[in-house]
């Protein structure tokens, strides 16, 4: 099988699965865990193949892998089936199909007895398809096919527990706010085209950087712009990125597969593989800047004071997503792809234990798992997976999250002090600071979770049984690359652009401070706060002990806020988090009132432009469609009247005409 044969495949397997999951799940029920499973493990694992053949890319001694095929002509700029796999489409794809494998094998037990399994694989498969397609795709419009197959499917995922109205509303609010990204996503797209004469991304990026081209688009900032509000609502980047931890009423795979491998990353990829469109406008690399910064220290503090476990690590991932953006920002997409590898490990791993141990505490609220003792012992594979998972986020040593955040802030300081010449100092010192502060305040976050969900002191933990096998030993398949990816930052530069992700002297100590001091200042308040667990009552247990863990899930998450007055927090005195942020915690609890702001700035204004419109349509133009309408039925009335069937009647009718025309005769003769 040659290379560009196995890579054609890697997308087509999992399409073929999900359209054969469709048609096939209710006639043949036996299949679908199969067709769900197979295809998506052989995708992974051609994926793998495809990345070893490549060795490297370009900094291995091979060039990128391209093929292409004329899809159409438009007369103006054809459109290409079109290939292209260098060492960051190859590396991505491989995460992706790893990551996918995890979530269907994993899935296979969390929703054992779901009615709606077969669609859920289904859709699944056709959301890996979709990614795929994406990341080794090299025509913009071809990728836009994927990334608008992602949105519709997660708009069905999330919505998967559609008998609750959380989960109908954040299935709607995700679609929504990621269609509004997508709207100028779409026209920078066409100006990309135009302006490049080409819609082959590998074309774009060599007219872009190569000396000998000498070429310049003509609109570099608006272009960038556009293409970046696409990016902020499918990355989940501020201002859009308030869809992301509403779609946590999800089950918990989908979660795990939008926050590691799609959707969210669709975006930081798409940035990378044209980041050179990005580079060519200072105020584009300005506005990324602080973009990321806003998103990681906003979200870094919304997550400390939620109390959703899920939510928690739905913010983890939007501040996850703003290093990122940042590391692009300051022209360094092997910094970006190298924390988006490491983080889709842990963070699906984060994911996936989460819903382990809701399953085992029978609710979602981390204010009633800290009345819990004996957790831990309970479910000793998500404790000592997701342990080591949190140490990752909170970029503590020797873990993947460290190398992988360290070369983020490495390459902001290399900016910061003037060492990047495309990149102006100030876009480099925002990155740098808001990476630091984000620093402190993820380990922080993180250290709160571990403590309130495994340290718990109260009645112990209920005993719903224990996990299926498969759930657990995903989680120890995760547990690997989680921790000890990092390590691979020295072969990395083959794969990428060449440049060193090595860890920096200076921003090793001041990150790694940062984050222990995040953990000890978490751990004191923890120790303050912790005695008033014990007198303080706080919920109850939602979930019945023998129910299957994607129903626990869903029971948690419709009884959350019944129980405790709010769908993201509680009004816990012992938190650490209520502790540490003080008159703020309200407001970042409510994610800082950006749902609030929305309502009132754009929601309400088109609510009430929707009613004007309906009143005006109702009572004005149906008015002259009544009337249009009512003349004829009026005339047809008289009509019907006068044909009442009595001959006498229609004799005096004809001879009192005939007398009246006689008359006029008459008349007008003598006239």
């Known amino acids: 099988m040659t290379t560009t044969t196995a890579a054609v495949l890697v997308p087509l397997l999992p399409f073929l699965g999900a359209l054969a999951g469709l048609l096939l799940g209710r006639r043949a029920p036996g299949f679908v865990r199969p067709l769900a499973v197979l295809p998506t493990v052989a995708a992974a694992a051609l994926a793998v193949l495809v990345a070893v053949r490549q060795g490297g890319g370009a900094g291995g001694g091979k060039g990128a892998l391209d093929a292409a095929t004329r899809l159409t002509d438009t007369g103006s700029l054809p459109i290409d089936l079109a290939l292209h796999i260098d060492g960051f489409a190859a590396l991505v794809a491989v995460l992706v199909g790893v990551v996918a494998c995890c979530v269907q094998i994993y899935s296979t037990g969390y929703l054992r007895d779901d009615p709606r399994y077969p669609s859920y694989a289904a859709l699944v498969s056709l959301f890996t398809a979709a990614m795929l397609l994406v990341v080794y795709s090299d025509d913009l419009i071809v990728l836009l096919v994927g990334w608008e197959i992602m949105g519709i499917c997660s708009y069905f995922l999330v919505g998967h527990y559609w008998e609750t109205s959380a989960a109908r509303s954040a299935s709607l ?40 081209a000498h070429f310049q688009l003509d609109h570099p900032t608006l272009i960038a712009l556009l293409l970046l509000a696409g990016v902020a609502g499918k990355s989940a980047q501020f201002p859009l990125h308030t869809w992301l931890p509403d779609a946590m009423a999800g089950p918990t795979p989908v979660s795990a597969l939008i926050h590691a491998a799609t959707m969210v990353a669709a975006g930081v990829y798409f940035i990378a593989r044209l980041l050179p469109v990005f580079a060519s406008s200072a105020a584009a690399l300005a506005v990324l800047a602080v973009m990321a910064a806003v998103t990681m220290v906003g979200s870094a503090l919304a997550a400390l004071a939620q109390d959703d476990i899920k939510r928690v ?68 594979d998500a404790y000592w997976t997701m342990t080591v998972a949190l140490l990752a986020l909170a970029a503590i040593p020797p873990f993947a999250g460290f190398f992988s955040k360290e070369a983020v802030l490495g390459a902001a300081e290399h900016a910061a002090t003037g060492h990047a010449p495309a990149v102006p100092a100030a876009v480099g010192w925002t990155v740098l600071v808001a990476g630091l502060l984000t620093a402190l305040l993820t380990a922080g976050y993180a250290a709160r979770l571990w403590l309130l969900t495994f340290r718990g002191k109260g009645t112990e933990a209920p005993d719903h049984g224990r996990q299926p096998a498969v759930m657990n030993a995903v989680l120890w398949v995760l547990f690997i690359p989680a921790a000890a990816f990092g390590l691979a930052f020295g072969a990395l530069p083959d794969w990428f652009d060449g440049g060193s992700l090595a860890p920096t002297l200076t921003t090793s100590v001041l990150g790694t401070g940062l984050a222990l001091v995040g953990v000890l200042v978490t751990y004191g308040a923890w120790r303050h706060t912790t005695a008033l667990a014990a007198r303080t009552p706080m919920g109850a247990v939602a979930a019945h002990p023998d129910a299957e863990p994607a129903l626990s899930e869903a029971e948690a998450i419709a009884t959350h806020e019944p129980a405790y007055g709010d769908i993201a927090a509680a009004n816990d005195p012992a938190d650490p988090g209520r502790l540490l942020l003080g008159p703020l915690h309200r407001h970042a609890a409510a994610g800082f009132h950006l749902d609030a702001l929305y309502a009132a700035v754009f929601i309400r204004p088109v609510r009430a432009a929707a009613r004007l419109v309906g009143f005006l349509d109702r009572e004005v133009v149906e008015t002259y469609v009544r009337g249009a309408g009512g003349v004829p039925r009026l005339l047809g009335a008289a009509v019907r009247r006068a044909q009442t069937g009595n001959v006498q009647t229609y004799l005096g009718a004809l001879l009192a005409g005939s007398l009246v025309l006689a008359v006029a005769v008459l008349v007008a003769a003598g006239a």
């Open 173 to 212: 609010k995700a679609f929504l706010v990621t269609k509004l990204g997508d709207v100028p996503f779409l026209f920078g797209i066409f100006a990309l085209g135009a302006d490049a004469g080409t819609f082959r991304i590998s074309r774009i990026y060599t007219q872009l950087t190569s000396s000998a």
């Open 313 to 380: 690590l739905a913010y983890s991932t939007v501040g996850q997503l703003g290093y990122m953006t940042g590391a692009l920002a300051v022209d360094n997409r092997g910094a970006a792809v190298f924390h988006l590898l490491a983080h889709g490990a842990f963070k699906a791993l984060l994911f996936l234990g989460a819903g382990v141990i809701i399953h085992a505490a029978g609710t979602n609220s981390l204010a009633a798992m800290s009345r819990m003792s004996g957790l831990a012992k309970r479910i000793p």
